[in-house]
């Protein structure tokens, strides 16, 4: 038979042998981390060490090495390449002098003989890097004797031109090393870092000017973005890097060189020679673009092949035309790249000259903002001259403030011109429903500063602004009805009736800045402007739309009220009952909007309204107290909507400020007289409110009522000498303490007897001080000590008694 243990002896058993496998398996990694360390310090193509007889200890392997053998090699060789070229540099300029001719000779050249010839034997043994190191030292060397036979044989030869005929040399002779001896890699790029200084010397050295240095940099880019390539892509990189780097290198410098010649030009030949130069870089550029086999290289130097193109261009016009006509002209240029297309040109080029295009026209936009800027934002000026009269012209009319900005007068022409590219060019794609919206600001931000550039009379300006500001509104609501409001195409079709909304608000403040010089120029636009957004608001689509025309023209309303007063020399708080028109308009028009959004924003407007009328009666307060019962009027007739029940509330509290200003302007100085108002509607909006929920507690029901009234009484009470306030007082918190007992409700009860007992302590408060002072002065210490020993005593008495609960309970068992 089979013996089974028992539960507890079996389940020690498991867990002794399952400890057994946690240390087996920790024992085999560390093995194998063991092993995969020494396979990785033998190197790739090490056989694999021999384990050990023993087991490494647990947690104590060998460390990984940090440098890996072939970066240690490569590390080692070029230092030591690095030093012997140090020393031949010093033996070379310091050393020299100690020995004569022959010897200096025949030392250098069997130093360099050797080192150009030590890579073939390395090459054969398979040393390739140690090989690539003498070959290094040896190109050093070879530019040392070129220095020494300077030195030594033509120091009456011109320095600079030496040195080009020998960058020349060099770089023909390395490029022919490096073809004899194949396998090397260093030669080549040594050579094509040699070959960026042959031309630019030579133009030095011939004193050729600064053109002539200007087109030898960008022929010496030219031809490293030739060689750059033409170098297959699986040929030796480091040619194809160390070619783009002298390319970008040399022909930044030539552009910026060109750049600065274009830019101080005396006259157009001059012009014409710097924008060939530019003309020559912009072909280096764009035929690279055109070569180049990754994308984002291509796009960019495509984009600045084609901003080149146009600053050489600008750079003649710039000496031919007028100064206000360079941008324009410069724009020209910029939107004649977009009509480079066709098949024959690869995307890549087509994108980049259209992004270079897009760079000058935002520049162009730029340009033209301030003088925008000006005319759009002068006029404000005019706030601190209200009605001082109207000006002579339209440019002193937007120049109040700040000066004139000579020499943009074609901004608008700028400005028309890219909203026409905006339109045409974006007829599809992505960027289509953003277009129309671009194009129609910028049309709207040309013809801003026209009046004031033709210098149009006054009143012609008035009407220019006002033209455009009439039409905004109405296309606006035109292209709001027309919007598809598909769940997918209505936000984005819906910028455009956007757009020229706010553009119509904005053109609206200006239109009023405008008009502030003239008093009936300020009506008639006040006046004109309402309507204007009443009829747009008049609409019955475009629901965003509306609620801003709506908001709009309650707002231009109130203004057209307020300037009427003032025209009609009334005083401030005789304007608040004439604004207290359009809070009462709102109030009406609200219901009827058809949606929500406007429905609250006239209900905004109108409140907004009602403030502003408001504190123009705080002058008199007569006439406050009628504008804040006039205002209660309109909010409880917003009240009796079913969706507007909570004005009501608004409408109490105006009614009682109402009534507190009319008490505070008769001079009534007794507080009951401002808190019975209130009291009474609040007592019966409780007994209302008790009388349909039998659950209400008397504390929201009449508790609020009751505190209006008597606590502020009990305080005038007490600054009272009187015997009738504390009479009628005292009558009253009885009155409602007896009811609060009947009925058996808190609130009365509770108030009315601590306002009772108040009373009553005031009155006795004489007859107490007169007590107080015939007892000695020792007698209130006395009294309170007595008290504190009695408290104390009764607590040591309790904390006795729970002593002794606890003894007794602690011999229980």
Known sequence: MMNIPPPAEELRILDHELWQLDARRAQLLARRIWLLDVLRSAGPQAAPAPAPASWPPRGHGPRRPEATAPGVQNVLLVLGGVLLTIAAIAFTLVSWGDMGIAGRSAVLGAVTAAALAAPVPLLKRGLRSTAESVAGLGLALTVLDAYALHEVSLSAVDGTGYAAAAAALLAALWTAYGRVLGDLRLPFPAAVAAAQLPLLLWAVAADAGDHAITAALLVTAASDTALALSVPVRSIRSVRIVAAVGAYGTGAFGVLAAGVLTWDAPGPSAAARAAALLALAAAIALGAAWRAPEERAALALASAGGLIAVAAADGVLRTVLPGVWTVPACLACAIALLSVRGTWLPGTVRRGLFRSSATVQALAVAWALPLVLLTLFGPAGWAAHAWSGAPSDARDAVTVSAPWTSGTESAPLVLAAVAAVLALT????????????????????????????????????????????????????????????????????????????????????????????????????????????????????????????????????????????????????????????????????????????????????????????????????????????????????????????????????????????????????????????????????????????????????????????????????????????????????????????????????????????????????????????????????????????????????????????????????
């Open 426 to 813: 974006f007829r599809s794609g992505a960027l289509r429903p953003f277009a129309p919206s671009g194009a129609l600001l910028l049309a709207w931000s040309a013809t801003l500063p026209l009046p004031a550039i033709a210098q149009l009379p006054y009143a012609a300006a008035l009407l220019t602004h006002g033209a455009l500001t009439v039409a905004l509104p109405a296309a606006a609501a035109y292209t709001s009805t027309t919007v598809d409001h598909s769940p997918t195409a209505g936000r984005r079709a819906a910028l455009l009736p956007t757009t020229a909304l706010c553009l119509a608000l904005l053109g609206s403040l200006h239109l009023v800045a405008l008009s502030l010089a003239s008093e009936a120029a300020t009506l008639a636009v006040l006046g004109t402007l309402t309507a204007v957004f009443a009829s747009a608001a008049a609409l019955r689509k475009g629901t965003h739309i509306r609620a801003v025309a709506t908001a709009t023209a309650l707002a231009y309303a109130t203004a057209l009220a307020c300037a009427t007063g003032v025209s009609l020399d009334w005083r401030p708080q005789h304007i608040a009952l004439l604004v207290l028109v359009v809070p009462a308009v709102a109030a009406v028009l609200a219901p009827r909007c058809g949606d929500r959004a406007t429905t609250v924003s006239a209900e905004i407007t109108g409140a907004v309204a009602g403030l502003l009328a408001i504190d123009l009666a705080t002058a008199e307060l007569p006439v406050l107290a009628l504008v804040l019962a006039l205002c209660g009027v309109i909010a409880a007739g917003t009240a009796v909507r079913e969706d507007r029940r909570r004005v009501g509330h608004a409408a109490a509290v105006l009614f009682v400020l109402a009534a507190w200003v009319r008490l505070a302007a008769w001079e009534v100085g007794a507080p009951e007289a401002y808190t019975l108002p209130v009291t009474v509607p609040a007592l019966l909006l409780g007994y209302a409110r008790r009388s349909r929920d039998a659950e209400a507690s008397s504390w929201t029901a009449y508790g609020p009522g009751l505190s209006v009234t008597l606590l502020p009484s009990l305080l005038a009470v007490w600054g009272d000498a009187n015997w009738l306030r504390p009479l009628l007082l005292g009558s009253a918190a009885l009155a409602v303490t007896l009811l609060g007992v009947r009925h058996r409700l808190r609130a009365p009860l509770v108030l009315g007897g601590a306002t009772l007992i108040l009373v009553a302590l005031h009155e006795l408060a004489p007859y107490i001080a007169q007590a107080m002072g015939a007892v000695p002065r020792w007698a209130p210490p006395a009294l309170v000590g007595l008290l504190l020993l009695t408290l104390g005593a009764t607590y040591e008495q309790r904390l006795r008694d729970a002593r002794r609960v606890r003894d007794v309970l602690g011999r229980m068992r």
